[in-house]
């Protein structure tokens, strides 16, 4: 879906876990640059790519991926992106998500537990190839090498400035992005949508919510017209209104 001139909300869908789970990645871009905002689960190039053509932006003009945090559903098809790009893709990120992202240090959220829990949860149906190729996944997450990271207010140079806004609280160095042109939040996890309604973050997926909350003061310094959330999609209407209430819990 077209935001704005040079902003496009991208839809992938996929069968994840037994259930039908659709994620909203953002594309920016120029005459100069192409941006991709997260990279979904594993597995999801063809879909990135349809998505891609489908917004009138061919893969092979992507120059620049920006990951707002280390969940799986958002570095998953980072590597292989990079491999299939014909160029070369800078990767940007916050220096805290930075160790995950690059696989030096395990993911806060893929505990021991976690995987027991994710395997528990499959529908019995599944094949058990399957099985072993989620669990193994789970147990190896994709990774790849940052090139620069991204700091608390900087402004990128890029499609007409995009500020990053340091956003903890879901992991330690999420980031949301402020897309100043045409007054869109690229808000990652910061923030999610359900049945139209802008909401906090996802309790049972934040590592620290106070903190989380917190850091929604931050989103009200900016003129936000409207809000792209990972989980959710779209949101318009009066979102530095709504964005304050969240923030005043």
Request: charged letters at 25%; proline letters at 7%.
């Amino acid at each position: 879906m077209q935001i704005a001139n040079g902003v496009e909300m991208l839809e992938i869908s996929a069968n994840i876990m037994g259930k039908l789970d659709t994620i909203f990645p953002t594309l920016i871009w120029d005459k100069d640059t192409v941006i991709l905002v997260d990279t979904g689960y594993p597995g999801q190039l063809p879909k990135f790519r349809e998505a891609m053509e489908k917004a009138g932006v061919p893969f092979e003009k992507l120059s620049k991926i920006i990951i707002t945090h280390q969940d799986l559903d958002h570095i998953g098809s980072l590597p292989v992106i990079l491999k299939e790009s014909p160029h070369r893709v800078e990767v940007l990120a916050s220096e805290l998500e930075k160790p995950f992202i690059q696989g030096e240090r395990g993911l806060l959220k893929i505990t021991p537990e976690a995987i027991a829990q994710a395997m528990d949860s499959l529908p019995v149906d599944v094949p058990e190839e399957w099985r072993k190729a989620f669990k193994a996944v789970l147990e190896n997450p994709p990774s790849a090498n940052v090139d620069k990271t991204v700091a608390d207010g900087e402004e990128l140079p890029y499609c007409g400035g995009i500020t990053v806004i340091h956003t903890p609280g879901h992991t330690p160095g999420h980031i949301c992005l402020y897309h100043k042109p045409s007054k869109t939040l690229i808000a990652g996890d910061a923030m999610r949508v359900k049945d139209g309604q802008l909401l906090g973050p996802d309790p049972q997926a934040t590592l620290d919510m106070d903190t989380a909350i917190k850091s929604l003061k931050k989103l009200t310094q900016y003129d936000i017209e409207t809000v792209i959330c990972y989980h959710g999609g779209l949101y318009k209407g009066n979102a530095n209104r709504r964005i304050a209430e969240l923030a005043n819990g």
